[in-house]
């Protein structure tokens, strides 16, 4: 039985514990309501003077990646957004047609490394 | 059980043989980001000791032809210190609690497992990324290790005025812990990009911006994001949900990533290199019984760590920030 282990006012993550004694298995399961933090990435994305002005003061807006996100691409991809040896890698899913509504801009960046 | 529009979910299987270590690593990874971001180092002893080195400033060098050459006079490595702090959890659970639950002892083992190896490592998060000293104890007194806010000396600002704000940093003693201003202001985006620029300065190469998160929406304002932005639509956890999201930022000292982390202080907003940074483990994480002494089990899930600072000058922080 599914059993919610932590409920975070602040970040509005769920935490729940599953135990399947068949298999021995922990099942540690994570859910964040993301539908808000996409609404203001669209809004931005579609904004050009927000990505002009992020050019201008030299502190471009690129993406918001919300933390569920983070933690499916370590567990899935073991791609980790924390880490600047993966920032190529985060940048490329970023610019992936599946991950592009995290992006903030419309434009394209891809660092070296 | 029914989850609402807009739920994104991910699910993290772990096997109960796995190892304890990995297993608490893997849970909720984004709650303590520091931990998850530093390189995981071995600790040997109590007082764990390493070494730092580096080149000299860059100067005119031409030379005659047919020179003789002037030896350098060779400068030995800086050893640093620290202590190894010891945390744990104790958890009981009585016999018949084993006997109710359906799948029996190993369900609720492995539940009390996960639960106090979270808590376990949110303490450690509080510890790492706060501004505790060293503190090498006593036969009474608990070590502590120094945190990050202690070790970082050479590139910090404090935007109160007058300030009376002070990070020694390391000494021969060990670390000292900072000493906060009296007042607190607003965080400025000028005054945390002087602080990248002068981690660039002594070397290092910033990549995370780790603030606690009154301090993470403040620095969403520095690009232009409206408060009337992250509010809406007129929610009442609008707030809230920017907090639960790391921002990706291109400037020219390269790609950052702004981390919220509710577990340092929100008056401090730390610029990192996390190339310099580690936790080396004398003890990683492992759990134990201890002695029965009724009817039921009593468990101790124990860690045993110390915050190696590589090179403190490649990061930075902004202090006494406001956090309201």
């Known amino acids: 039985m599914k059993r919610i282990i932590d409920y975070d006012p602040l970040s509005g993550i769920t935490t729940t514990f599953d135990y399947d004694p068949v298999t021995d298995m922990t099942i540690i399961g994570r859910e964040q309501d993301v539908e808000h933090i996409l609404k203001i990435s669209k809004a931005l994305q579609n904004d050009d003077a927000y990505t002009r002005q992020g050019f201008k003061d030299d502190w471009w807006h690129y993406a918001i990646i919300p933390n569920i996100v983070i933690e499916k691409w370590i567990n899935e991809l073991g791609v980790n957004a924390f880490d600047k040896n993966d920032r190529k890698r985060v940048y490329q899913l970023l610019n992936d047609p599946m991950y592009r509504y995290l992006k903030t801009t419309s434009k394209h960046h891809l660092p070296a490394r | ?324």
């Open chain 2, 1 to 324: 059980m029914a989850n609402p529009v807009g739920t994104f979910q991910t699910h993290q299987a772990i096997g109960n043989r796995e190892d304890l270590t990995d297993m608490i690593y893997n849970i909720a990874p984004t709650e303590t980001p520091f931990m998850r971001m530093a390189a995981r180092a071995k600790a040997t002893a109590v007082k764990h000791e390493w070494q730092t080195d580096t080149l000299a400033a860059a100067a005119a060098n031409a030379q005659t032809e047919g020179d003789t050459p002037t030896n350098i006079t060779v400068t030995p490595t800086t050893s640093l210190f620290g202590a190894t702090q010891i945390s744990s959890k104790t958890f009981n659970i009585s016999g018949t609690q084993q006997v109710v639950r359906k799948a029996g002892r190993a369900d609720e083992l492995a539940y009390q497992l996960v639960k106090y190896g979270k808590e376990l490592k949110r303490d450690m998060e509080k510890a790492l990324t706060g501004n505790n000293g060293y503190s090498a104890g006593t036969s009474g007194t608990a070590r502590v290790t120094a945190s990050l806010e202690s070790w970082m000396s050479t590139n910090w600002t404090s935007q109160s005025s007058p300030s009376s704000a002070a990070s020694p940093g390391f000494s021969t003693t060990g670390t000292v812990a900072p000493t906060d201003a009296t007042t607190q202001v607003t965080v400025t985006a000028a005054n945390v990009q002087a602080v990248i620029r002068a981690c660039w300065t002594a070397g290092g190469e910033p990549d995370t911006i780790l603030c606690g998160p009154y301090n993470k929406v403040k620095a969403s304002g520095f690009a232009g994001i409206g408060t009337q932005t992250i509010t809406q639509p007129a929610k009442k956890t609008g707030q809230a949900m920017i907090v639960a999201a790391a921002d990706a930022y291109v400037s020219d000292f390269g790609t950052l990533t702004v981390v919220p982390d509710r577990f340092n202080r929100d008056r401090t907003m730390c610029v990192l290199d996390m190339e310099y940074w580690a936790v080396a483990y004398l003890r990683p994480f492992h759990s134990f019984p201890l002695a029965k002494v009724g009817d039921s089990d009593q468990r101790m899930i124990l860690a045993e760590y110390c915050l190696e600072s590589r090179n403190e000058a490649a990061s930075g922080k902004v202090v006494d920030l406001a956090t309201s």
